[in-house]
């Protein structure tokens, strides 16, 4: 996976300047697929090669001979891609998309750490709201102190 992302990210951050990291991983995630190489068998059946950028001649997908491998990473593409997909989506939970994708505990852990960082900015003085952005550490309206009702 994470060859086919790095192959993916080298050819789109030359390519085009992005709007936001979010677009950039979308864009470098949808393209993974692209960076496989696909020959035709003689069975007429496709075989898939990624060469490991360390050392060519190791095809890291070499088991992809059984056709379940890559159906199961098309599989896997697809789905990923559509979460990402949702992510941005106003009207989505994106804490109960993570938590599906992720699982719970580690979605809690997170969401908990940006909690007490926002809450340390705050008190700091340094959390900061722009219209462009939202919430924001820097230099823009200071937020003031607010009581927190509820877990979400």
Same mark, same amino acid.
């Given at each position: 996976?994470?060859?086919?992302?790095?192959?993916?990210?080298?050819?789109?951050?030359?390519?085009?300047?992005?709007?936001?990291?979010?677009?950039?991983?979308?864009?470098?995630?949808?393209?993974?697929?692209?960076?496989?190489?696909?020959?035709?068998?003689?069975?007429?059946?496709?075989?898939?090669?990624?060469?490991?950028?360390?050392?060519?001649?190791?095809?890291?997908?070499?088991?992809?001979?059984?056709?379940?491998? @890559?159906? @199961?990473?098309?599989?896997?593409?697809?789905?990923?891609?559509?979460?990402?997909?949702?992510?941005p989506d106003a009207?989505?939970?994106?804490?109960?998309?993570?938590?599906?994708?992720?699982?719970?505990?580690?979605?809690?852990?997170?969401?908990?750490?940006? @909690?007490?960082?926002?809450?340390?900015?705050?008190?700091?003085?340094?959390?900061?709201?722009?219209?462009?952005?939202?919430?924001?550490?820097?230099?823009? @309206?200071?937020?003031?102190?607010?009581?927190?009702?509820?877990?979400?």
């Amino acid at each position: 996976m994470t060859t086919l992302l790095a192959k993916s990210y080298a050819r789109w951050v030359p390519a085009r300047a992005f709007a936001s990291d979010y677009d950039l991983l979308l864009t470098c995630v949808e393209d993974m697929p692209n960076q496989l190489e696909v020959t035709q068998g003689a069975d007429r059946q496709p075989r898939f090669a990624l060469p490991n950028p360390s050392l060519p001649r190791e095809n890291l997908i070499e088991k992809w001979t059984d056709r379940r491998h @890559a159906d @199961a990473f098309f599989a896997w593409h697809r789905d990923f891609v559509s979460f990402l997909r949702q992510l941005p989506d106003a009207n989505a939970s994106q804490r109960r998309l993570l938590s599906e994708t992720f699982g719970e505990k580690p979605v809690n852990v997170a969401f908990a750490k940006q @909690a007490d960082s926002f809450n340390g900015a705050r008190r700091r003085s340094v959390l900061t709201i722009s219209s462009g952005t939202g919430l924001a550490l820097g230099t823009t @309206a200071p937020v003031s102190g607010h009581t927190i009702h509820g877990s979400e």
